[in-house]
């Protein structure tokens, strides 16, 4: 019995398990499960056994990059629903991989692994994305709500938490193409800036900001959280979604105390992000070929080091069902232009963001991860609305 067999029956030996069938590349079938397989994985290779002692994800998701692991039936979406359900299982050793677990927090580096990411190419994300150009997770009013109008539905559920009124000053860290700032200033005509360290979505907010005619009130800089201490600016509100993540663990205190000197007393702010149930160091796959230095916060060491700085907690929203099904529109998108993709990229890649955005999609229907917003005050504010009423009217 090979490594790879004894593994999938170690992981796959309760009973009601979802059927599949797994077959190997000396010819040993593998029926996981009672009933007719819903997907069927071949394995063509050897995986790197050493490799499945020190990451378990990073064995398995560099052997399907290499074409060793293949669907031979059915979607990677839903082996990757079956599989992850069984994270917790997964084995880690962070010593062995500390350079990869533990990268350099300096401004320099984290600069670099931003971009790694978010500067691939507009002409990519544009091709899976909504008109929107949005980068995070969607809210699904309705079950049958487009991408666009989920991820148009949850910018305009923000600003309404924000509570904002004419002549406000937003801040939004971590802008992404700035669709967030431009619809706040058409609908408040609040004035806004975004920062950013991408320049792909620094020159393309830009250009919206000109095609928008909103000069007067929008601007967009490419700037470290952390100059916003010597950058002398006060704003009512401050917005941050899906940033925080790549900040790191060692400098979430940092972060806080960047907003706070420059969000004036009683002000608001909205931080929207992934989120785990414990505190961890993430998982090796994604942050060696996804979001290197990536870190996901838990809801609790957020709230905590928010109550820390005189931070009162207003609201706290867990959107992870509304992820999942923006991730699938991501996956459905994104394998509905693969063949315009691969003229861009090559096989590996190509297999390596497909794994990335099904497996997103199932961490978040196994509950694996989360993802939360929450509104907090600068202080005590007695003047805010009194109930939630107001969000959705």
Not at 35 to 49: M, P, Q, T
Not at 96 to 117: D, G, I, P, Y
Not at 145 to 167: F, W
Not at 237 to 266: A, C, Q, T, W
Request: charged share 30%.
């Amino acid at each position: 019995m090979s490594v790879e067999s004894m593994l999938i029956k170690k992981l796959f030996k309760q009973e009601n398990q979802t059927p599949f069938k797994v077959i190997f590349k000396d010819g040993e079938v593998l029926n996981i499960g009672e009933g007719k397989a819903k997907f069927v994985i071949r394995i063509n290779g050897n995986i790197d056994k050493n490799l499945l002692i020190t990451s378990t994800s990073l064995a398995l998701g560099e052997a399907y990059m290499d074409k060793i692991i293949e669907m031979e039936e059915g979607d990677l979406y839903n082996a990757l629903d079956i599989l992850l359900g069984k994270l917790d299982e997964f084995k880690v050793d962070e010593k062995a991989l500390s350079k990869l677990m533990f990268s350099s927090t300096s401004k320099k580096n984290q600069k670099k692994e931003v971009t790694s990411h978010y500067d691939i190419g507009n002409d990519f994300y544009e091709m899976w994305l909504d008109d929107t150009m949005s980068y995070s997770c969607g809210y699904f009013k309705n079950n049958n709500d487009t991408l666009l109008e989920a991820q148009k539905n949850k910018v305009q559920h923000i600003l309404k938490k924000l509570q904002l009124s004419e002549g406000m000053n937003l801040l939004d860290i971590g802008c992404g193409f700035g669709y967030l700032l431009i619809e706040a200033a058409k609908k408040y005509k609040v004035h806004g800036l975004g920062i950013t360290l991408s320049e792909q979505q620094y020159l393309k907010f830009k250009e919206r900001i000109r095609e928008e005619n909103l000069e007067e009130y929008l601007e967009v800089e490419l700037m470290d959280y952390r100059d916003l201490k010597k950058s002398n600016l006060k704003f009512d509100r401050v917005v941050s979604v899906g940033m925080i993540e790549h900040v790191g663990r060692p400098n979430y205190d940092l972060f806080f105390k960047n907003v706070d000197l420059i969000l004036k007393d009683k002000g608001l702010f909205l931080l929207h992000f992934i989120s785990g149930r414990r505190e961890y160091q993430g998982d090796p796959w994604i942050k060696k070929y996804i979001f290197p230095g990536g870190v996901i916060p838990s809801l609790r060491e957020i709230i905590n080091i928010a109550g820390e700085l005189n931070y009162y907690t207003l609201d706290v929203e867990s959107l992870r069902r509304h992820y999942q099904k923006t991730l699938l529109c991501w996956y459905e998108n994104f394998n509905n232009n693969i063949d315009e993709i691969s003229k861009m990229f090559d096989e590996r890649f190509v297999r390596m963001w497909k794994l990335y955005l099904g497996a997103c999609a199932a961490s978040f229907h196994n509950g694996m991860i989360d993802l939360h917003q929450i509104l907090f005050s600068k202080g005590n504010n007695n003047e805010l609305e009194m109930t939630r009423e107001y969000l959705y009217k």
